[in-house]
């Protein structure tokens, strides 16, 4: 396939499935598959193999998701979003940097990584993100936002403008994601509180 529309296939792929993943459609997830399988020819062909092996952890992740959703839709098909406790927060993004930083390793030793370090890093960091968003945490998508951000500048480095841009895309997603659920967490905790 030629790699500019595999990109722009890709690229719009991914758009649909998280923009259906902010407001909470169950869509979300087959749609994630299709985007993350995509994304894995990009990333191979642009030698980002820690991101090539993201979408292969990506698709264990929405399969994940994609079931714990099913038990968890209200009837009309969205999802009740849960608080996410403290130490649960610290102990994700502890495994998660130890995991960015033996992935690095491993990346900028045994293999010709375009960006070996930065790459594991954020992939590591994406699978806490993505962990956060199967188990229905609202701050998944402020470490969405800030993997982006870094994102954004990684893939312009790499010359794979379409996916750059879809970050910034990403970032305006992230932002209507996080308000959404937001919304969606402070109207659960209110239905739980007690009348004062």
Not at 40 to 56: G, I, K, M, N
Not at 67 to 75: E, H, I, P
Not at 76 to 103: K, S, Y
Not at 118 to 137: E, I
């Amino acid at each position: 396939m030629n790699p500019a529309l595999l990109e722009w296939s890709a690229v719009i792929a991914s758009a649909l499935g998280v923009w259906l993943m902010a407001q909470r459609r169950m869509l979300a997830w087959p749609v994630g598959l299709i985007s993350v399988g995509l994304y894995a020819l990009v990333f191979a062909e642009a030698r980002l193999y820690s991101d090539t092996l993201l979408q292969c952890a990506f698709a264990a992740f929405l399969l994940y998701g994609w079931l714990n959703w099913r038990k968890q839709s209200q009837a009309e098909g969205r999802i009740i979003i849960t608080p996410l406790p403290a130490h649960q927060w610290t102990r994700d993004l502890g495994i998660g940097i130890a995991f960015g930083i033996a992935l690095g390793a491993a990346m900028h030793s045994w293999t010709n990584a375009a960006l070996p370090w930065l790459d594991a890093m954020l992939a590591a960091l994406s699978l806490v993100a993505q962990w956060w968003q199967a188990r229905r945490h609202t701050a998944a998508w402020w470490l969405w936002i800030a993997v982006d951000v870094v994102y954004v500048g990684m893939y312009a480095v790499k010359s794979l403008h379409a996916t750059a841009w879809l970050y910034v895309v990403f970032l305006g997603l992230a932002a209507m994601g996080l308000r959404a659920w937001k919304k969606e967490e402070n109207r659960g905790q209110s239905r739980v509180s007690p009348a004062t």
